[in-house]
DNA sequence: CACCAGGCAAGTA
DNA sequence: TACTTGCATGGT
């Protein structure tokens, strides 16, 4: 049963990697920089988001302590082109508070916190969910966690792997089960998901007969 | 033109 | 618990 499920986790990931090549994800130089796009990247396009956070950029922002002095309103204006601009800008402010009084704005101190005590408090943050924690956790915080999204439940239904109304930990559970325990997987595997899916993998329509994973099961 | 993007919280029943 | 809705810009 359960061996079954590895052995096709591992051939999505081959036929993967070797027909899309390596993902270099997240892009983001810095552990903040990292946190800062996966909050933008909600619902978005990650192309919007590139334009904030180059606005950010060419303002000498990306810091916490800058950030979270900033104006509300010039805030908002910078990261206005990745949308919900006003509710990022909340969300945003949320997590530079929580970084203010966690560890006065010392980010990289977050790395020393074990992953679920982490996790609970990344949660706590009115504005990041699971998928934001996640992301966070993995490809800023360097922590052992898969990060699930609508694409990995879309392509997992699609290829009979899951039930439709599995929840967002029963999935990340799956996928945890039956990959490689291994961070650089989890990191590579959960960028071409997304990458696959964005190419073959639409809400509406599925070009599945060009998909690398047509015919995989 | 319609559709969608690397979600989340709040409201309703 | 399990739906539904608002949030908003920019690319295809």
């Known amino acids: 049963m359960g061996e079954d499920e590895k052995i096709v986790l591992n051939r999505m990931f081959s036929v993967l990697y070797n027909t899309l090549g390596p993902s270099y994800w997240w892009p983001g130089d810095t552990t903040f920089e990292i946190c800062v796009g996966a909050i933008l990247t909600q619902n978005t396009n990650w192309n919007n988001v590139e334009k904030a956070i180059s606005n950010l950029k060419a303002n000498n922002l990306l810091s916490p302590e800058r950030l979270f002095f900033l104006d509300d309103e010039e805030l908002a204006e910078l990261i206005r082109p990745a949308g919900y601009f006003r509710i990022k800008t909340n969300r945003l402010k949320n997590f ?119 015919g995989i099961d």
């Not at 966690?102 to 990289?108: A, D, M, P």
């Not at 956790?137 to 109304?165: C, G, M, P, S």
Request: net charge neutral; glycine share 2%; with cysteine.
């Open 96 to 214: 530079l508070l929580f970084l203010k009084q966690e560890v006065n704005f010392e980010i990289e101190k977050l790395k020393h916190y074990s992953l679920y005590d982490l996790r609970n408090k990344l949660l706590s943050v009115k504005g990041i969910g699971p998928e934001t924690a996640d992301s966070m956790l993995l490809y800023a915080f360097e922590k052992e966690i898969f990060v699930v999204d609508a694409y990995t439940h879309r392509i997992f239904n699609r290829h009979n792997l899951i039930e439709d109304q599995v929840s967002y930990e029963e999935l990340q559970e799956f996928c945890m089960e039956n990959l490689p325990k291994d961070i650089h997987i989890y990191k590579e595997f959960h960028a071409l998901i997304v990458r696959v899916g964005k190419k073959w993998c639409k809400k509406k329509k599925a070009e599945c007969n060009t998909c690398p994973l047509c």
